[in-house]
Structure formats: structure tokens, C-alpha cells
């Protein structure tokens, strides 16, 4: 009767033995003790000529991007003194060269932290001084974002010739308990954190693994961004196994003609994409999906309506649906579905990981019951770089291995009977849009040292199209400039934490605790700021047609001539929508490109009649040819017709 009800174990033997053991029979045979260099150098004398990387014409063979990479890494080391143990920066567009300076990096002993170009200048500063950066690996058109640094930079375009003629010998040999990397996330404090992965969770994820057979014929497409950690999973995956890892320009991913010629022309069969794509490319391009054979998805709950319908229009497609954050080394959790479904859980856990879903004092909850997904085993990060205080909360000890560790997700789950996992959303505030995750409080930050703003609250709305946004609720004394808080916002956090909405308000709503009452803030449509602009309602047909067009996309009811795009919650895959419904409304195609420079209506509204103007300009009458010649396509389709009569 004295024994707190928080330590009764309530569970039978048989229950516990299911939890613990049945549910996290996961363990597998794999190169635990050996790193990513011992394991690409063996894949190197498997298949030295067979293509390793593929970029636009350039290919090169797992001997080439061994020896290239050797000679890069020969070079950090005597001209640079890049030693084991030191933290490398690499900031380079998609290439080959990318690829080539994250292995050189691994093969000194060095770990990598990528930087995307487009982190706004003070993310980038403070990741290269939180990770204590010592050379930075670039390219030209990137050297002057770095007046700040003191430390070595190389450009490998500049440095080309330097670096062929060095001699690609190496000093020394990783080991499985060496860092591999760094990867920065969202920090609710206001800044981010650095994750510390080492080798063995980058191999655990990719060799003798359940949730996918890599094979040495598969040809993967890679989309993720360089600092979003499905990359692990994208070039280890293929490059350890003796696949071909296919890189491309952002444009290509964000154009979907350029992108479903790339998939045919290089014979792609796999592909990962976050939820929110692989929404819109069911909704507009589904024919993208024909070429591939597997396709993981996931950084967001999967959309059941947009899943069955790929599934009846391609049911040869796999689909995997990938859950994990990038603690645990890019997946934890997955789930195939090869028919339709009426819900998709997230699956069960994947090779040499555990999956416990306890209460809040780290006691096993029973099938079917809610709790926090607690996550162990081989994936896991040593913790948070120059962070022991999150690291010592995040990372607990193992209530059921001696010894051994567990992370804390914040995730909501529970068992079903079958050993699946159903996800039930966030513990704390964190959420994931478009793949990225997010902290809320990383936002509300950087709005509270905006001038006049003296409180604000960040969080997620669904628009009509049920797509997740970001509202920002505002205390402020005067009206603040929402262009003027945008752009401030701009200047210190990536594009996908901009807010969608900005929403004034005299004071927050408050709970019977003193908190505030999230569920109390009043729908950000039609209260939202004004964007310093003077509203012009459409004044042509064109302008009134675009302005439905935006209004569909965006999920605002009132939309007018002077508004930005982007500065009214468009991003690049709406962006993607945008040429795709402008082609369909006024069957002229606009380039990708010219939406990014053309972002106000009524500009873009004249860019369409231009074009509409320019395709009735010079047409001649067709002139009569005695014959027309075939195209390759048409010659095939001719060959197999007359196969099939015979």
C-alpha cells in the first residue's frame, strides 16, 4: 500500500515479453565494427568500373570517386592540416563534387557538417563557430559568404589542379566509433543544435538492413538536402552496396518536365520524398511515378487518399513510409504498402534498432495504449554538440539494457496487436512541415527581437487544401510592417520557418493555468497582417484568373494585383503548382525560373500575356513534305506494332 501507483508494473510476464522482446526481434548481422571508408573501399574492388555517381553528362565509376576522393583527402591533410576528430564544413551546389568532398572528409578522419547555400548568413556563422569549423570546403560563388571565418577554405573549382596532382596516399583509417558527421535541426531555445552521428549508425542504417533490399542494380535518384539527413540514407545506401547514385540541380527536382526526362533517361527505380511533395506530385504529375519501382516517403504523416490513389494508378509501385529523426540516423521505423489501405501506420522498428513506447516515467504502456516512442539500438547520435544539458534529457538510460541508452522522440504512438506502430502526432511543440522539422520556439524567438513586438506565439494551421502552415500571433505596440518582420525573419532563419500568416492581436487568450490557449487563437485567414501594400483587386481577365489560381494554391480568400507570392506563403512547391495550373488555365507554359524573379500577380499576369501573344507570332501555314522522318520512339512503337500482328 505504500509503493507509489507509478512504480506498480501492471503488466503480466506475457505482455512484457511481447513489449520488450517479440515486438524488437530486430537484431541482424551487419559490418558493425567497420566504417563507411572500409566498407566503400571494399564496394570499390567489388565493382571498380560500374557507375558510382551520376551528375547531368559526368559519371564516374566507384575507382574514379575512390581516387578523387583519396587525392581530396590526401590534400586537406598536407596543405590544410585536417587531422581525426576535426569538424569540416562543406558548402557546394549538387554535384559530383559534393559527393566527393563528404567521402574525402570521412577518409581523414574528419567529420562533415553540411551547410545548404541558402542558410541565411547568421545560421551559417553560427554553425561554423558551434561546430568549431577548421577548413571549409566550397566553390567560387560561395567564398565571400565566409568574411567572417578565419579558418582555410577550399575551393575545388579554383583548387582543381592542385588537388589531381596530390598523391592519394592516406594516413589514416576510420574506425566504426568515429564521428561521421554533424547534422544542424531546429532548436526550441532559438538556436539550432548539432546532431553527432558516427559511422556504425550510418552503417547500421544501410547494410543487412529489413526495410529495403539494396542491390547493386538499383539506380537512386537523390532529392534529399544536403543538410536534411535522408542524404545518409540516399548515398550510403547506394554507394555502399554498389548502386548508382544520381544527383541533380534544385531546378530539375523543382521542374517536374525536366525531372520525369532525368528519371527515363538514367533509368532511376528509387526515389525518397518528403509527404508534402509526394502530395503534390500525386495531385499533378503522377505520371512521374511510372519509371520507379520503390519509393520511400514520409518527414510528415502520410496522406491515405494520396497513397491508394498512386497505388491504383501504379500498383507495381512499393511504397515504404520512413519514420525517424535524425537522432537515431534517418529511419527507425518503417512500414512497405503495396495495397490500398484505410490508415498507414508508421511500421515496425528496422534492423539492430528498438522501439519502446512508455508513460511519462519511463514504464512500458500496454498494446493499444498512447504513449512517448522512445528509440535504441545502433542508430543512435552520441548526442547534442556543446549541448550536455539537452543531451543528458533527450538521451536517458535504457530502463531494460544495462548500460545502454535510449532517445527520447517526443513523438506520440501506440502498439497494434500486429506489432505496428500507429503515430499519433507531437508530445511537446515540434513539428515537421514539408520534411523539415521545426521548432516553434525557435521562431517565436527570433520574432520577440523584432522592434515592437513584445510577445508571439508560432503554430500549425491546415489550409483548405489541408496543407500544414505556419501562423505567427503577434503582441506588438502599433502595427508592426509584416514585409518589414518578413524580412527580418529572412535574415536569420531558412525559408521553410517563415510564417505563412501573421496575425496582431491586443492580447493571448490564457488557460486556467496562466498558458496560453493555443486552441483559443482565432483562423489566421482574412486577419492577417497586411503586407505593405495597397490592395488592387483584378482589373482583366488574365488578373482575375491568376488571382483564383493563387487564391487555390495559397488558401487565401482575398488576393490582390500588388501582392508577392512569397511574401504572402508561397514556397517552391507551391511554386511547381503554380507553372502547372498556369498551364492548364492558360495552356502557355512558363518557366520555373521566370516565377522565381516574377513573383508579383500583376507582372506575372503581363508574363502571360506575352506569351500568349508570342504563340500566335510567325505561324506559317505548314508546308506539305512528301514524307516526315520517325523520331527513335516512333520507330520502336513501329517495330513492336509490326511484331505484334506477326
Same mark, same amino acid.
Given at each position: 500500500?505504500? *509503493?507509489?501507483?507509478?512504480?506498480?508494473?501492471?503488466?503480466?510476464?506475457?505482455?512484457?515479453?511481447?513489449?520488450?522482446?517479440?515486438?524488437?526481434?530486430? @537484431?541482424?548481422?551487419?559490418?558493425?565494427?567497420?566504417?563507411?571508408?572500409?566498407?566503400?573501399?571494399?564496394?570499390?574492388?567489388?565493382?571498380?568500373?560500374?557507375?558510382?555517381?551520376?551528375?547531368?553528362?559526368?559519371?564516374?565509376?566507384?575507382?574514379?570517386?575512390? =581516387?578523387?576522393?583519396?587525392?581530396?583527402? @590526401?590534400?586537406?591533410?598536407?596543405?590544410?592540416?585536417?587531422?581525426?576528430?576535426?569538424?569540416?564544413?562543406?558548402?557546394?551546389?549538387?554535384?559530383?563534387?559534393?559527393? &566527393? @568532398?563528404?567521402?574525402?572528409?570521412?577518409?581523414?578522419?574528419?567529420? /562533415?557538417?553540411?551547410?545548404?547555400?541558402?542558410?541565411?548568413?547568421?545560421?551559417?556563422?553560427?554553425?561554423?563557430?558551434?561546430?568549431?569549423?577548421?577548413?571549409?570546403?566550397?566553390?567560387?560563388?560561395?567564398?565571400?559568404?565566409?568574411? %567572417?571565418?578565419?579558418?582555410?577554405?577550399?575551393?575545388?573549382?579554383?583548387? @582543381?589542379?592542385?588537388?589531381?596532382?596530390?598523391?592519394?596516399?592516406?594516413?589514416?583509417?576510420?574506425?566504426?566509433?568515429?564521428?561521421? /558527421?554533424?547534422?544542424?535541426?531546429?532548436?526550441?531555445?532559438?538556436?539550432?543544435?548539432?546532431?553527432?552521428?558516427?559511422?556504425?549508425?550510418?552503417?547500421?542504417?544501410?547494410?543487412?538492413?529489413?526495410?529495403?533490399?539494396?542491390?547493386?542494380?538499383?539506380?537512386?535518384?537523390?532529392?534529399?538536402?544536403?543538410?536534411?539527413?535522408?542524404?545518409?540514407?540516399?548515398?550510403?545506401?547506394? =554507394?555502399?552496396?554498389?548502386?548508382?547514385?544520381?544527383?541533380?540541380?534544385?531546378?530539375? =527536382?523543382?521542374?517536374?518536365?525536366?525531372?520525369?526526362?532525368?528519371?527515363?533517361?538514367?533509368?532511376?527505380?528509387?526515389?525518397?520524398?518528403?509527404?508534402?511533395?509526394?502530395?503534390?506530385?500525386?495531385?499533378?504529375?503522377?505520371?512521374?511515378?511510372?519509371?520507379?519501382?520503390?519509393?520511400?516517403?514520409?518527414?510528415?504523416?502520410?496522406?491515405?487518399?494520396?497513397?491508394?490513389?498512386?497505388?491504383?494508378? /501504379?500498383?507495381?509501385?512499393?511504397?515504404?513510409?520512413? /519514420?525517424?529523426?535524425?537522432?537515431?540516423?534517418?529511419?527507425?521505423? *518503417?512500414?512497405?504498402?503495396?495495397?490500398?489501405?484505410?490508415?498507414?501506420?508508421?511500421?515496425?522498428?528496422?534492423?539492430?534498432?528498438?522501439?519502446?513506447?512508455?508513460?511519462?516515467?519511463?514504464?512500458?504502456?500496454?498494446?493499444?495504449?498512447?504513449?512517448?516512442?522512445?528509440?535504441?539500438?545502433?542508430?543512435?547520435?552520441?548526442?547534442?554538440?556543446?549541448?550536455?544539458?539537452?543531451?543528458?534529457?533527450?538521451?536517458?538510460?535504457?530502463?531494460?539494457?544495462?548500460?545502454?541508452?535510449?532517445?527520447?522522440?517526443?513523438?506520440?504512438?501506440?502498439?497494434?496487436?500486429?506489432?505496428?506502430?500507429?503515430?499519433?502526432?507531437?508530445?511537446?511543440?515540434?513539428?515537421?512541415?514539408?520534411?523539415?522539422?521545426?521548432?516553434?520556439?525557435?521562431?517565436?524567438?527570433?520574432?520577440?527581437?523584432?522592434?515592437?513586438?513584445?510577445?508571439?506565439?508560432?503554430?500549425?494551421?491546415?489550409?483548405?487544401?489541408?496543407?500544414?502552415?505556419?501562423?505567427?500571433?503577434?503582441?506588438?505596440?502599433?502595427?508592426?510592417?509584416?514585409?518589414? &518582420?518578413?524580412?527580418?525573419?529572412?535574415?536569420?532563419?531558412?525559408?521553410?520557418?517563415?510564417?505563412?500568416?501573421?496575425?496582431?492581436?491586443?492580447?493571448?487568450?490564457?488557460?486556467?493555468?496562466?498558458?496560453?490557449?493555443?486552441?483559443?487563437?482565432?483562423?489566421?485567414?482574412?486577419?492577417?497582417?497586411?503586407?505593405?501594400?495597397?490592395? &488592387?483587386?483584378?482589373?482583366?481577365?488574365?488578373?482575375?484568373? =491568376?488571382?483564383?489560381?493563387?487564391?487555390?494554391?495559397?488558401?487565401?480568400?482575398?488576393?490582390?494585383?500588388?501582392?508577392?507570392?512569397?511574401?504572402?506563403?508561397?514556397?517552391?512547391?507551391?511554386?511547381?503548382?503554380?507553372?502547372?495550373?498556369?498551364?492548364?488555365? %492558360?495552356?502557355?507554359?512558363?518557366?520555373?525560373?521566370?516565377?522565381?524573379? *516574377?513573383?508579383?500577380?500583376?507582372?506575372?499576369?503581363?508574363?502571360?500575356?506575352?506569351?500568349?501573344?508570342?504563340?500566335?507570332?510567325?505561324?506559317?501555314?505548314?508546308?506539305?513534305?512528301?514524307?516526315?522522318?520517325?523520331?527513335?520512339?516512333?520507330?520502336?512503337?513501329?517495330?513492336?506494332?509490326?511484331?505484334?500482328?506477326?
Amino acid at each position: 500500500p505504500l *509503493t507509489p501507483l507509478k512504480q506498480l508494473n501492471y503488466l503480466s510476464e506475457e505482455e512484457q515479453h511481447q513489449l520488450l522482446v517479440t515486438f524488437n526481434q530486430t @537484431a541482424t548481422d551487419y559490418p558493425r565494427e567497420r566504417s563507411v571508408v572500409d566498407l566503400f573501399e571494399e564496394q570499390v574492388s567489388k565493382t571498380p568500373h560500374k557507375p558510382a555517381v551520376v551528375f547531368e553528362q559526368q559519371t564516374l565509376s566507384y575507382q574514379q570517386l575512390d =581516387l578523387l576522393s583519396s587525392q581530396l583527402a @590526401a590534400y586537406l591533410h598536407q596543405q590544410y592540416q585536417v587531422q581525426p576528430g576535426d569538424s569540416i564544413a562543406i558548402m557546394t551546389d549538387r554535384s559530383d563534387s559534393m559527393i &566527393i @568532398a563528404v567521402l574525402a572528409v570521412l577518409k581523414t578522419g574528419a567529420a /562533415y557538417v553540411p551547410i545548404e547555400s541558402d542558410f541565411p548568413a547568421s545560421r551559417k556563422e553560427y554553425i561554423i563557430r558551434d561546430a568549431a569549423i577548421k577548413t571549409i570546403i566550397t566553390q567560387t560563388d560561395y567564398i565571400f559568404d565566409f568574411g %567572417f571565418f578565419t579558418g582555410s577554405i577550399v575551393a575545388m573549382d579554383v583548387q @582543381a589542379d592542385l588537388i589531381a596532382a596530390t598523391d592519394p596516399v592516406l594516413r589514416y583509417r576510420p574506425s566504426a566509433s568515429d564521428l561521421a /558527421y554533424i547534422m544542424y535541426t531546429s532548436g526550441s531555445t532559438g538556436t539550432p543544435k548539432g546532431v553527432l552521428i558516427e559511422h556504425r549508425s550510418v552503417v547500421r542504417l544501410v547494410k543487412n538492413t529489413s526495410y529495403i533490399d539494396f542491390r547493386h542494380s538499383q539506380t537512386l535518384l537523390s532529392t534529399g538536402a544536403f543538410a536534411f539527413d535522408a542524404t545518409t540514407f540516399e548515398y550510403w545506401g547506394m =554507394l555502399l552496396n554498389g548502386g548508382c547514385l544520381v544527383v541533380c540541380s534544385k531546378d530539375v =527536382l523543382l521542374d517536374h518536365h525536366k525531372l520525369a526526362e532525368l528519371l527515363i533517361e538514367k533509368q532511376v527505380d528509387t526515389m525518397w520524398f518528403t509527404a508534402g511533395w509526394f502530395n503534390q506530385l500525386v495531385d499533378n504529375h503522377i505520371e512521374l511515378f511510372l519509371p520507379l519501382k520503390t519509393v520511400l516517403a514520409g518527414g510528415d504523416k502520410l496522406s491515405v487518399p494520396h497513397v491508394n490513389a498512386l497505388l491504383e494508378k /501504379y500498383p507495381h509501385l512499393s511504397i515504404i513510409n520512413g /519514420y525517424g529523426p535524425t537522432e537515431n540516423t534517418t529511419f527507425s521505423i *518503417t512500414y512497405r504498402i503495396n495495397q490500398q489501405l484505410t490508415s498507414i501506420p508508421i511500421g515496425k522498428p528496422i534492423s539492430n534498432t528498438q522501439v519502446y513506447i512508455l508513460d511519462d516515467h519511463h514504464a512500458l504502456v500496454p498494446v493499444g495504449v498512447a504513449g512517448e516512442i522512445c528509440l535504441a539500438g545502433d542508430g543512435l547520435a552520441r548526442g547534442y554538440l556543446n549541448n550536455p544539458g539537452l543531451t543528458a534529457e533527450k538521451f536517458v538510460a535504457n530502463p531494460f539494457v544495462p548500460g545502454a541508452r535510449m532517445y527520447k522522440t517526443g513523438d506520440l504512438g501506440r502498439w497494434r496487436p500486429d506489432g505496428n506502430i500507429e503515430f499519433l502526432g507531437r508530445k511537446d511543440e515540434q513539428v515537421k512541415i514539408r520534411g523539415y522539422r521545426i521548432e516553434p520556439g525557435e521562431i517565436e524567438s527570433c520574432l520577440k527581437t523584432f522592434a515592437g513586438i513584445t510577445d508571439a506565439v508560432v503554430v500549425v494551421k491546415n489550409n483548405k487544401a489541408a496543407e500544414k502552415l505556419l501562423a505567427a500571433y503577434l503582441v506588438a505596440t502599433g502595427q508592426p510592417d509584416m514585409m518589414a &518582420i518578413r524580412e527580418h525573419l529572412a535574415s536569420q532563419l531558412p525559408s521553410y520557418m517563415l510564417p505563412d500568416h501573421y496575425v496582431q492581436l491586443e492580447a493571448f487568450p490564457l488557460n486556467a493555468n496562466g498558458k496560453v490557449d493555443k486552441k483559443q487563437l482565432p483562423d489566421p485567414e482574412g486577419i492577417s497582417l497586411a503586407g505593405g501594400v495597397e490592395y &488592387i483587386p483584378p482589373r482583366n481577365k488574365t488578373e482575375e484568373l =491568376l488571382v483564383n489560381i493563387w487564391q487555390d494554391i495559397l488558401g487565401k480568400e482575398r488576393v490582390g494585383v500588388n501582392d508577392n507570392f512569397f511574401d504572402i506563403g508561397g514556397h517552391s512547391l507551391r511554386a511547381t503548382r503554380l507553372v502547372s495550373q498556369i498551364h492548364k488555365t %492558360f495552356e502557355v507554359k512558363i518557366d520555373l525560373r521566370d516565377l522565381f524573379i *516574377t513573383t508579383v500577380l500583376e507582372d506575372q499576369a503581363a508574363l502571360i500575356d506575352s506569351a500568349q501573344k508570342a504563340a500566335f507570332v510567325g505561324i506559317t501555314p505548314a508546308q506539305a513534305l512528301p514524307d516526315y522522318p520517325l523520331s527513335s520512339a516512333q520507330r520502336r512503337l513501329w517495330v513492336l506494332s509490326q511484331l505484334q500482328e506477326s
